[in-house]
């Protein structure tokens, strides 16, 4: 059985691959009582954030993650994960630098999915 630690490693590698890729696919990893803070802007549920995260203004986007934490959050499985890094849009050559966190629970089978998530760029 995978560590918490080693939980939080896979999700972020296939969180920001997939977004990078095809924002749409994020779907399956929020539910609808999930809320995402993007900047200042609170959002609930899986299709408002998907809209938000979508309608996002860049078509091209590359994630450089620089440092990871994680820990348990909780009795029931639960995951804090932090992340820094930057991120490169459509043809910009500068990188914003960012920070985000992720609370992961577990879903019931065997899975995780996206409780909290807050996203800030660090200028």
Known sequence: MPTFAEIAQQFVQFYYKTFDENRHNLAALYKDN???TFETTAIQG?????????????QKVAHKIATLDAQPSNESGGILVMVTGALLVDE???????TQVFQLLPDGSGSYFVFNDVFRLIY
Request: proline share 9%.
């Open 92 to 98: 910009e050559q500068r990188p914003m630098n960012y």
């Open 34 to 36: 999930s809320m995402l």
């Open 46 to 58: 899986t299709s408002g954030i998907i809209e938000k995260l979508v309608g996002l203004p860049f």
